[in-house]
């Protein structure tokens, strides 16, 4: 079965620090990967995906992702971090059997000024 | 160009009532999947509608239902509330094929 990984409950970075946020991924063929970024009740807004080809992914608002298929990762990272990159970020897989998307359980990104 | 819209935005019920929730698509996208966030975790797929008929399911029982409408909206209906329904529930439209979901902001429900 299909799953992810979100290894770190929150980040913390100050910034103009580059950041990172970790998603290991666990799928049975070639995987469909996501980012989603969800600020305070507010739905969730996507950010990249990763379908097949590079493996930098740049997507919205100067984030990117890595995807590491050795590794089983797809960590997201922006070179400098804004305070308003503050929210939480969800990893995202999409299942096999058709289009439906198996979450993570989320990492809250702090960026201080 | 109206993203994905649901309504309400919130709403209280208490146990053993039913509710409806209701999302419209994106223009352009012709598939609607809901899904059920709780407090502090990831959204949990409930189901996926395509040509008015429910074409994949998660792990929700029957009391979860839905429908989607010749103009491609949905509802959501939940028969028999318990206090453990309480969440946010999101709507996700997009077109067929291996296309990235927009979501509508949702519908805070709380069963009392």
């Known amino acids: 079965a299909q799953s992810v990984a979100q290894p770190e409950d929150q980040v913390n970075v100050a910034e103009g620090n580059p950041l990172t946020v970790k998603c290991t991924y666990s799928?049975?063929?070639?995987?469909?990967l996501f980012w989603y970024v969800q600020y305070p009740n507010r739905g969730l807004q996507f950010l990249l995906k990763y379908i097949t080809g590079d493996n930098l992914v740049k997507g919205s608002y100067g984030f990117e992702a890595e995807f590491n298929k050795s590794q089983t990762s797809f960590h997201l990272k922006k070179p400098s971090a804004l305070v308003s990159d503050s929210a939480l970020y969800f990893c995202?897989?999409?299942?096999?059997?058709?289009?439906?998307?198996?979450f993570g359980k989320g990492t809250t990104l702090s960026v201080s000024s | 160009d109206a993203g994905v819209t649901q309504s309400p935005t919130h709403l209280i019920k208490t146990r053993g009532q039913q509710v409806t929730l209701r999302c419209s698509p994106k223009s352009g996208h012709d598939t609607v999947s809901w899904y059920q966030q709780a407090l502090g975790q990831g959204p949990q797929f409930i189901f996926q509608y395509y040509e008015e008929e429910e074409r994949q399911r998660g792990n929700f029982p029957d009391r979860f239902s839905g429908h989607q409408f010749p103009n491609y909206s949905s509802e959501l209906n939940v028969n028999a509330l318990l206090l453990g329904d309480s969440a946010l529930y999101l709507c996700a439209s997009s077109r067929r094929g291996p296309h990235e979901q927009f979501f509508g902001p949702g519908t805070r429900l709380t069963v009392l």
């Open positions: 799928v049975s063929g070639n995987p469909y």
């Open positions: 995202a897989v999409r299942d096999q059997a058709g289009t439906a998307l198996i």
